[in-house]
């Protein structure tokens, strides 16, 4: 890819599109390294196991009050990005450049 060697980039896009749900490039996309392994199908049994659940708490034969606290399933949780209060001052060209000129 530098300087004209290596594959075509076309290739290496349908090389990083084809790969698995439940792999580390995917797990990064989503969120993070706490993902890695999250795919499809593990997001569907999930969703079944809190469907059961929910689906046990509303018919069960609970006394008055009674109903029991079912957790749900644990998920990896995305780490959330909150924009900072304060506005970031744009860099000027000069502090860029003189940043990457190591000067």
């Known amino acids: 890819m530098i300087a004209g060697r290596g594959p075509a980039p076309s290739l290496v896009l349908a090389l990083v599109q084809r790969l698995p749900d439940t792999s580390m490039t995917v797990a990064l996309a989503s969120g993070g390294r706490e993902f890695l392994g999250w795919g499809v199908d593990r997001h569907m049994a999930a969703d079944l196991f809190d469907a ?6 509303a018919t069960g034969n609970w006394g008055k009050g ?8 644990p998920r990896p949780k995305a780490k959330s990005t909150t ?8 860099a000027s060209v000069a502090a860029i450049y003189a940043r990457l000129s190591g000067r």
């Open 52 to 57: 059961l659940n929910a689906n046990t708490k």
């Open 83 to 90: 924009p900072s209060t304060t506005p970031k001052k744009p």
């Open 66 to 73: 009674k109903v029991p606290k079912i957790p749900g399933y």
